[in-house]
């Protein structure tokens, strides 16, 4: 048998079913709507969205690796080029750049110009404290600890607070070994 | 003549998600299946231990006399095995199958609770229909 070879988010993106963006687009915009009724306070919201969307990250990750064909990456860079290139690429449609490396290799920033979730969003006063796609952030920490990376995602820059992009902060905080415990003194 | 005695799923604790069995040859109970699964889990990290080089994970393919145990690993740690005849082909790409229908018809089923038993019918009218098709590819040799 040949060789899986990885696919491009290009690819995965054109071969798998989508719906409409605007359907996409305001079916987000309703969920956030709804919770902010629910729960009432903008700082429980983000709780919620991005406890979602940890829950999506979970199981959204298998359907990445099925699709993508993509293997084991050999470092948290290879890791956030391809978050960058062929996963938002397929669930999103856009893709983001990789920036601001600290020293280390452990810490760098996702840089989204173009995001189809705020499309015709404007936050009003009272919600300034929102980050409105939180969600995203939890998708990311939750796919990563499926594959034994544990991070702390936030939100650096959001263009519905005034700034010029979106900007994620992705931090690996430790990578949890696979081996199992065989030593019996351990 | 069947060329896939039966199908395991494990999740990453070793535990037994989903079975089922072609054909009469190789049936097993509940009991036995479960037994089965959870022993190939082990010996699965026992084969990555005796690895004299690092980067191993684990068996792939255990060939016997009379059968044959084709094993993918996701690198979420779900297993997905299949028991087939000697020499029987294509079960690489099977179990690739396998695995996207699990994404599509289990992850994606709001009711099924990770790391679960399966109860999905439309995982398994998909899984019957891509059997089948790999079964008349096996017949058109």
Not at chain 2, 89 to 110: A, R, S, W
Request: proline content about 3%; overall charge negative.
């Amino acid at each position: 048998m040949a060789p899986v070879v990885p696919r491009s988010g290009d690819a995965v993106f054109a071969n798998v079913e989508r719906v409409n963006a605007e359907l996409f687009t305001l079916t987000y915009g309703a969920i956030v709507r709804q919770l902010l009724t629910d729960l009432e306070e903008v700082e429980e919201v983000n709780k919620q969205l991005d406890q979602m969307g940890y829950n999506i990250g979970v199981r959204l990750i298998d359907e990445f690796l099925a699709k993508s064909n993509i293997s084991r990456c050999v470092d948290f860079k290879e890791t956030a080029e391809v978050i960058a290139k062929v996963g938002f690429k397929m669930f999103l449609g856009v893709t983001a750049t990789v920036t601001n490396w600290d020293v280390e290799g452990t810490s760098c920033s996702l840089v989204l110009e173009d995001n189809p979730l705020v499309e015709f969003v404007e936050l009003p006063d009272t919600c300034q404290g929102l980050y409105y796609c939180n969600i995203l952030s939890g998708v990311i920490r939750g796919a990563l600890e499926m594959v034994s990376m544990k991070t702390e995602v936030t939100w650096v820059r959001d263009m519905l607070h005034g700034d010029d992009a979106y900007e994620l902060r992705v931090k690996l905080i430790k990578q949890v070994p696979e081996e199992y415990p065989y030593k019996d003194d351990e | 003549m069947a060329a896939i005695y039966n199908l395991f799923i494990i999740n990453k604790s070793g535990g037994l998600i989903f079975y089922k069995d072609y054909g009469s040859a190789g049936r097993m109970d509940t009991n036995d299946s479960l037994r089965l699964a959870s022993l190939w889990h082990s010996m699965h990290a026992i084969s990555q231990q005796l690895s004299p080089t690092t980067g191993c994970f684990g068996i792939e393919l255990l060939q016997a006399d009379n059968f044959d145990l084709h094993c993918f690993q996701s690198l979420t740690g779900t297993k997905f095995f299949v028991v087939c005849e000697p020499g029987a082909q294509h079960m690489e790409g099977l179990l690739k199958v396998i695995y996207e229908l699990y994404t599509d018809f289990v992850l994606k089923n709001p009711f099924y609770e990770m790391e679960m038993p399966i109860r999905c019918e439309l995982f398994d009218i998909h899984l019957s229909q891509a059997i089948q098709k790999d079964r008349l590819v096996l017949l058109g040799r």
